[in-house]
């Protein structure tokens, strides 16, 4: 194939509020001739894109191949007929985000890519909750990790990883909530292990709720509609003393 004449960005969006976004990115966007951005992206952050044609290629879920071929596609001949093609993702463009399929599917095709990296929502739910990650003594390991599978990928160790590390973060895992509690108590983890699930982190709408593993089931009770992440570790505890009894903390309203 011919190589386009113009380059593909895959930029990060941050995860939801529109001023969490790198000054790089908010450049990108103000010069870009067509954006493709995936559904959860903030319509504030698409907004930047003044001059582009922009276009959703959101896919929350299921039929992923079929979807992300067409992506690459249209990825390669925007390419062909714009100078700046800027690919908008959700958080960071390369945890979660299939960001390997573009970029391979772009260089393939003789089409030069860049990447521009975002928050991701590990770090951004951990900000609004006031808990680090890491901890002098206490953590010293992070797993980012998903239970989600493709279809016919074959079974990841997502759960030792999660048990063995002093933090982790389940992405893609919130509507699991009672298979995620069984495969992580039976790979070790304690089921009185501090868990903190957050929803919409960033956004006004946030919510934030503290738990023990073996709780984690009554997840399923509390509506949750938004991406929500689930955090374990110990260093979650204090979250938990300062849970209301409900179990449900006031909405964190960082915008
Ligand atoms: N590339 C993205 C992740 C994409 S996978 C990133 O780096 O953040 C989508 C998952 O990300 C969601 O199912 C949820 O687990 C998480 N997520 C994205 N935005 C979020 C938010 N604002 N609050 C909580 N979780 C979020």
Known sequence: MKPGTGKVYLVGAGPGAPDLITVRAAQLLARADIVFHDALVHPDTVALAVNAEKIAVGKRCGRHSTAQRFINKRLIDAAAKFDTVVRLKGGDPMLFGRAQEEIDALRCAGVEVEVVPGVTAALAATA???????????????????????????????????????????????????????????????????????????LPEA????????????????????PTVIMLGKVFASALTASAESGILPACKTA
């Open 128 to 202: 609004a909750t006031g808990t680090s990650l890491t901890q002098r003594g206490l953590a010293r390991s992070v797993a980012f990790v998903t239970p989600r599978v493709g279809e016919g990928e074959v079974p990841s160790e997502w759960a030792n990883i999660a048990a063995a590390a002093d933090t982790a973060v389940i992405y893609m895992g919130a509507s699991q909530a009672e298979a995620i509690a069984a495969a992580l108590i039976a790979a070790g983890a304690p089921r009185e292990l501090p868990v903190l699930v957050v929803e919409n982190a960033t």
């Open 207 to 226: 919510r934030r709720i503290a738990l023990r593993l073996a709780q984690l089931p009554r997840l399923a009770e509390y509506g949750l509609t938004g």
